[in-house]
């Protein structure tokens, strides 16, 4: 092997190893409920998801496949109630795992944007892994439930998974009318977006900050 195959092969040994790093396992058990949850960043968009809200499940693996994540969710809550305790804990074991495989941020392209349609649907999402927690979600939908489901927990999950990620993230529902698309598109979105802003760009030295640090 010559002195610069050498060198190109070390190299790419290293990003490997980076990449492989950029995974987080956690769990949260609450008298509410009892979350697993394994996040990879650098993925392959597999997903093994059960959180005893159907929705919720599909909605997440959604996420994880245009995201180009892999994730793993085992939830049990207190569903005969409803499905609020388990999304917004859901939510924030995500926000939690995001933030650690991130790691300290170095290389990453920090900021993401996704404009995703699904049918008579459209769906943006900005992201900007700023260390600032902040949802801006500007979405209305035209039933309460899809299914079992209650549509004011898209709002409860994604304000959960921004504050504990700590990041900025706008969602804005342009236009229509079938509330499953209308949701779809929005967790489409935000799967494409986060993968943007998580990637590592070769450009990028050190913390994507004037601040020098995120």
């Not at 697993?36 to 650098?42: P, Q, V």
């Not at 529902?173 to 802003?197: P, V, W």
Request: with cysteine; charged share 25%; hydrophobic share 40%.
């Amino acid at each position: 092997m010559s002195e610069l195959s050498t060198i190109v092969w070390k190299e790419r040994k290293k990003e490997m190893s980076e990449l492989s790093q950029r995974q987080a396992s956690l769990r949260r058990t609450t008298n509410e409920t009892d979350i697993s949850l394994s996040f990879t960043i650098d993925g392959e968009g597999s997903s093994k998801v059960d959180t005893g809200v159907p929705f919720m499940d599909h909605m997440l693996d959604l996420f994880t496949k245009h995201g180009l994540f892999d994730l793993d969710v085992n939830a049990k809550g207190d569903i005969e109630i409803d499905g609020h305790h388990t999304v917004e804990d859901v939510g924030i074991c995500l926000g939690q795992a995001l933030k650690e495989a991130l790691g300290d941020k170095k290389g990453i392209r920090r900021y993401g944007h996704a404009v995703v349609p699904m049918d008579e649907s459209l769906a943006e999402v900005a992201i900007d892994l700023s260390n600032r927690p902040h949802l801006e979600f500007r979405a209305q939908f035209p039933q309460a439930q899809v299914g079992q489901f209650d549509t004011e927990l898209v709002h409860e999950f994604l304000w959960k998974l921004a504050l504990e990620a700590r990041m900025n993230l706008h969602v804005i529902l342009h236009y229509g009318s079938n509330t499953h698309h209308m949701i779809e598109a929005i967790f489409k979105a935000l799967g494409r977006a986060l993968d943007e802003a998580t990637r590592l760009d070769p450009r990028v030295k050190g913390i994507p900050s004037t601040k020098g640090m995120l």
